[in-house]
């Protein structure tokens, strides 16, 4: 059974891009469009993973990952920040909320595909 990657992702051609990447490399991966819809489908689906982008309207993906984490139903699913935010204050604001790694775009789908091959053996 594949990993379940749960991508969130404002821009639509970036979302569905990666979404389409990774069912090419082997993962199921849905997508959500804001972080609030992120945290309904990470409690409804379920995923392996998350890969959060940071720059999000109204709530952000560090507010998010922090959320997921104070849920007892998601807390113990690694998130993946991907986000243009290269700046070392808000990686430092991104792993102290919970995310597990932090990767800048652009990234190549086999950096990606290496961070959640990563995370899932980190998990087991």
């Known amino acids: 059974m ?4 749960l991508v969130v992702e404002d821009h639509p051609d970036s979302r569905e891009i990666l979404v389409f990447q990774l069912r090419h490399v082997g993962y199921e991966a849905i997508g959500a469009e804001t972080a609030e819809e992120g945290i309904e489908k990470a409690l409804a689906e379920g995923p392996d993973v998350v890969v959060m982008d940071l720059g999000l309207p109204g709530l952000d993906g560090i507010e998010a990952t922090v959320r997921l984490k104070q849920n007892p139903q998601t807390a113990h699913i690694p998130v993946i920040a991907l986000t243009a935010w290269g700046e070392q204050f808000h990686k430092e604001k991104a792993l102290a909320a919970g995310m597990m790694e932090y990767l800048t ?3 190549r789908l086999q950096v990606i595909k290496d961070v959640i091959e990563k995370v899932l053996q980190t998990k087991a």
Do not use: E, L, R, T
Request: charged share 30%; net charge positive.
């Open 105 to 107: 775009k652009p990234a």
């Open 2 to 5: 594949p990993a379940k990657i």
